[in-house]
C-alpha cells in the first residue's frame, strides 16, 4: 500500500517537474527575444513609471519594455496594465497611471480633463504601435489570392459561400479557383482585432457589412475559435478556410495571407504597404499631439489599408521631473527605429519613417 | 453504521473539545464559502437580470456589448447538457467495465497497476486534453464524422454541424476520458467491498464468475456507481478550459441538437471573455450564467448525496 503511494507520488512528481519546464520554456522563448541595441542615445534615468490601457498593444509594449530593460540596464522600472483602453484613459485621467495606451485619440472631453490631470498641460497622442490585420486563407493550390473589402464583408457575412464566385474570381485572374466551401473562422473571445476588422468592414463595405463595429463578432456564419492561436490552427488544418489574425500569428503559422485590392490590384501586407496606409493618414491633433484619421478606404498606390494603430497617452508637461524623465526616454526608445523594428516579433509594423520623426519630436518636447 | 446511539455528553478530555470544536470550524467554514459563492453570484446578477431585455431561461441571444441587454442561457445549458451527457455514456460503461476487472478477474498487483494508470490521467491538466482533442483527436476522427454523418445524417443528432472537427461530440470524448479516473476509482472502491459472504454464497450455488458479478457485486455496487457518476456529471459540468479550446463556436440562432454542432457552455462561454468584462452590467450577465451553472452543479451533487446515502442505510 505504502509503495504504491510512494509511486504515485513520484510519478506526480515527475510530471508537474516536466509540466513546469514546459512552460517556462515556451515563456522564456516568446518573451525574451530581444534585438541587440546599443544603449548609446538613451539617457537610462532611474525611476519607475506605470502604463494602463490597450491590450492591443500588450505585447508590443512588453516587448518594448523587455528591449529597454535590457538596453539600461534595468534602471528604470516600467510597468504596463492591459485593461482595456477604456480603463486605461479614465485611469490616466485621474492620475492614477503616467501613461495610458489606447486604441483611440482622447476625444474634446476627454482633452480637457487630461489637461487638468497634466496641471495645465496638453496631454498628446503619439501613435506607437500599427497593428495590421492578416486575413488568412488555406486553399489547395492557390498560393496568391486578391480580395477586397467587398468580397471579404460578402464572406464573413455569409453572402459568398464557394472559393469559385464570381466576384471573387474577378478579382484573381488567371488563377483557378477550386469549388470548395469557404470556411469561416472568427475569434469566438471578445477582442480588439475583432473590433478592428468590423470597424475596416464598416468604412469600406457598409452595404454589406450591416452590423456596428464591436469586440464581439457579429458576421453571419462561420465558426468562433478561441484566440489568435486557435483562429490560426483552424486555418491551417481545413482546406477551403479563411479568418482575420494579428499579422504574426499568420506568419508564424505559415498561412497564406490575402493581398487587398483597393482599385489598384493587389497589395500585399509587408512593413511597406502598412506604411504607406499610415502616411495616407490624415494627423488631425493639432501641434504635436498626433492623432491619426486612418483613411480604411484610401486608394493611395500600393496601401494596405487594414490597420489598427494604437496610441500612448503622455503629458506634455506638468508630470515630476523624474517620472518625465523616465516616460520621455522610455518612449524615445519606443520611437526608435531599433525599437519599431523589434515590433515585427509580435505583429506589428514600423511606423513609417515620416511619422517616426514627428513622434519624435513630439516626444523630445515634453517638458 | 447508525450514528443516533453517539453521546457527545460524556465527552470529558481536553483533547476532544480541542478536536470537536476544530472539526465543527471546519465544517462551518465550508458551508459559510459555498453561501458566499452563491450570493456573490446572486449580488453581481441580479442587476444585469433586471436589465435583460429577452428571456433569460429561453433566450439564445447573447447581447452584452453596448445598449440594452439581451441574454439568455438556453444555447448554453444545451450545449452543456448534451457534452456532459454524451460524456457519461461513453465513460461510464467503460468505467464500471475496468472498475470490475480490476477488482473481480485479475490478481490484485496487476489490478492496482491498471488501476493506477487510470488515475494518473487524472494529473493531466485539462488544458493539454484540450490540445489534444483539438489538433490530434478531433482530426484523426474527422473521416468517421464524415462516414458517420453520411450514413445516419436523417437523424436531427447527426445533422449537419460545423465544418470542422471542433464539435460537440469531440468535446464529448474528451470529457469522457477526463471523468474517467473520477467515476472509476470510486466504482473500484465499492466493488472492492462487495462482502465476501455475498461473492461465496454465489459461487457456492453453481454460479460461473459473470453470474456471480451480476448478482453479488453489480446489486452492491448499483448505488456507489450512480453516485460516483453523478460526481463524474458534475465535473464534466463545469469543465472549462478543455471545452473552450475544442469547441466551435457558431453564430447561428437557437439550438441545433446535432453531435457535430459547435457552441458553448457555461463553463467555456464564461472563461472565453473573461479578460473582456469591462463594464458591471457584462460582467453581471456572465455572472448570471454562471449562477445556472452553479445551481445545476448543485443539484447534481445532491442527487449524487441521496443516492450514496440510500445505499449505507
Redesign the interface.
Known sequence: MRV?RM??LA??AA?STI?LTACTNSAASTGGSSTGTSAGSLACPSGSITGEGS?AQTNAIQQIIAAYNDACKNAAKIEYNPT?S??GVKNFNAGLVDFGGSDSALSADEHTAAAARCKNSEAWDLPLVVGPVAFSYNLKGVSKLVLNADVLAKIFMGQITSWNDPAIAALNSGVTLPNT?V?V?YR????GTTDNVSKYLKATAPSVWTPEH????K????????GSS?VA??VK??DGAIGYLEWSFATDNKLGIAQLNTGNGGVELNADSVGKALEAAKITGTGNDLTLQLDYATKAAGAYPAVLVTYEIVCSGGLDSAKTAVVKDFLTYFASDAGQKSLSDVGSAPLPASLRAKVNTAIQAIK | MSTSNLHFATIKHGGDRSFRAGAIAAAVVVVLLVLFVGVFLAVLAIPSLRRDTVSFLTSTQW?V??GTLQFGIAGLLWTTAITSVVAMILAVPVAVGTALLVTQYVPPRVG?TIG?LI??LA???SIIFGLWG??LLG?FLGPFYDWLQRVLGWIPLFGKG???T?NVLTASIVLAIMVLPIVSAMSRNVFAHTPRDHIEAALALGATRWEMIRTAVIPYGRSGVIAASMLGLGRALGETIAV??IL?????EGINVSLFA?G?TFASKIA??A??F?SPAKTGAYIAAGLVLFVVTFAVNAVARVVAERRVS
Open positions: 504504491t509511486t504515485k510519478a506526480l510530471l509540466a491590450t482595456g477604456g480603463a466551401p470556411k473562422f469566438s473571445d471578445d477582442s464591436s469586440k464581439t463578432w458576421g453571419k456564419g462561420g465558426e468562433g475559435k478561441n486557435g490552427q483552424a488544418a481545413t | 447581447n456589448g453596448t492496482s493506477f488515475d494518473l494529473a493531466v491538466p483539438l489538433k482530426p460545423v465544418e470542422s471542433g473552450m479550446i466551435s463556436q457558431t453564430t447561428t459547435g458553448e472565453n471573455n479578460q473582456e469591462d
